[in-house]
């Protein structure tokens, strides 16, 4: 049988079973869309920020190359004033990165990325009344999160002991502390670009003042040094992330000021997990099924999903972890008295489509969110989209001002090269050889 007859086989058994779940479904969803907050708002006052990374693979290193924009808008529906943020250039000015040992380059790179993004946004927050992100919350933490404990669990599985797991995890969070420290003493507040220059260069002394404490332990067998680097690169990174976040939203609930991350047409599985025929399709086919006649609706998604589905993963996913691992000889728990709390243990969920043809939109925001202040932010969204695509206007405008050719990161390893006569750092810096890495 040919794989399209498979897949039609299956379409033809489940399509009666999903069609009749989805008109269940309809009923409830459609009984929470409500058009009123998507009224154009007199007045807007909004910042949105984004980036872009391109990554350019080398023999013993990777070279990457972050931008980030941020504009302002102002004004009301029929008079939008857009202008860029201060100090945030875009693919003008990309900020080069060499990340090395050549490790999870994906997941780090995805941090230093978003770090860059809320340095940015700490430099503006005190303009607007609203701050919106384009990228998903929920997946991001996920990922960071499941990678973390991954690299955690599989180190200490290979210790003697479980004391030795312990210690250097209060290691790294004591190095990671002390970075933290010294970050919020030497960032200026002008200038994101420098800030995110001084944080990269704060790094390379704390990895090697924390594998040297770590060495003086003496627990090295000789199989596991690269699963100490790849569990203290992530912990360090993924902390000053949190770190980061949470002192953005600190300070944005000091000052009233809303935040929220954007997506459009994510991937996400809140609705379909609470119906086992449903399951396997994620939030944007069913919304978009459901919706396909509307012209504006919105879904409080909280009211339709389980508070325990809408959870935000990392502490649910924390205590699955333990479960798990209790289980196992020689489980130790991370120590609870060092573990960097999160200020925001939930992340509250709405989707909206602002055309009939346009984009499924996901909405995330800090659950403790008044409604008033969400449906204050769909305004905001609402009144900035463009009314034929649907879809946020200073977001289009970000998204190419962000673009940055693959190109560009190549130029830089080839000049970094050139230029340097360390012949270690020359065989680290060459790109790989194509020739010889074809599979014949």
């Not at 009749?20 to 907050?37: F, G, K, M, Q, Y």
């Not at 994510?266 to 086992?276: A, F, K, L, T, W």
Request: include cysteine; charged fraction near 25%; glycine fraction near 4%.
């Amino acid at each position: 049988m040919k794989i399209g007859g498979v897949a039609s086989l299956i379409m033809q058994n489940f399509e009666e079973r999903v069609y009749e779940e989805l008109r269940n479904l309809s009923d409830e969803i459609l009984l929470h869309t409500d058009d009123s907050p998507l009224y154009d708002k007199k007045e807007v006052s909004s910042s949105f920020i984004g980036s872009n990374i391109v990554l350019e693979n080398r023999l013993g290193s990777t070279i990457l190359m972050i931008t980030a924009y941020g504009i302002s808008v102002e004004g009301s529906s029929s008079s939008l004033h857009i202008n860029s943020l201060s100090n945030t250039l875009g693919s003008k000015k990309p900020f080069p990165l060499i990340i090395t040992p050549k490790r999870n380059v994906k997941t780090r790179s995805r941090i230093f990325q978003r770090i860059y993004e809320l340095l940015t946004a700490l430099n503006v927050i005190d303009y607007e009344s609203h701050l919106f992100f384009n990228w998903d919350y929920n997946e991001f933490l996920n990922d960071i999160l499941v990678l973390e404990d991954t690299l955690y669990y599989r180190l200490l599985g290979k210790m003697d002991s479980p004391d030795v797991g312990q210690e250097i995890y209060r290691n790294v969070n004591s190095y990671l502390f002390m970075l933290l420290d010294d970050l919020r003493k030497n960032i200026p507040a002008e200038s994101a670009r420098e800030s995110f220059r001084i944080l990269v260069d704060l790094l390379p002394k704390t990895y090697n003042d924390l594998f040297e404490s770590i060495a003086s332990m003496k627990i090295f067998t000789g199989n596991e040094f690269n699963d100490i680097v790849d569990y203290v690169t992530i912990a360090v990174e993924k902390g000053l992330f949190e770190s980061l976040l949470r002192d953005l939203l600190t300070k944005a609930r000091r000052k009233n000021i809303s935040v929220f991350w954007i997506t459009s047409n994510p991937n996400s599985n809140y609705i379909g997990r609470v119906n086992p025929i449903l399951s396997w399709i994620n939030d944007t086919v069913i919304l978009s099924y459901i919706w396909r006649n509307l012209e504006r609706a919105i879904l409080d998604v909280n009211h339709v999903v389980e508070e325990r589905v809408m959870k935000n993963w990392v502490n649910t996913l924390t205590k699955l972890f333990g479960k798990y691992n209790e289980q196992t000889p020689g489980y130790i728990p991370k120590p609870d008295e060092l573990v960097l709390e999160n200020e925001v243990d939930d992340a509250g969920l709405w989707y909206a489509k602002f055309t009939r043809q346009g984009p499924i939109i996901q909405i995330l925001y800090p659950r403790d969110y008044e409604r008033s202040r969400i449906e204050d932010g769909l305004r905001e969204l609402y009144t900035t989209s463009d009314k034929k695509m649907g879809y946020p206007k200073p977001l289009v405008l970000v998204k190419k001002a962000c673009r940055i050719s693959e190109e560009v990161a190549r130029g830089l390893g080839d000049s970094l090269l050139r230029r340097t006569e360390n012949q270690l750092l020359r065989m680290i810096l060459n790109r790989p050889n194509d020739f010889f890495n074809d599979v014949l």
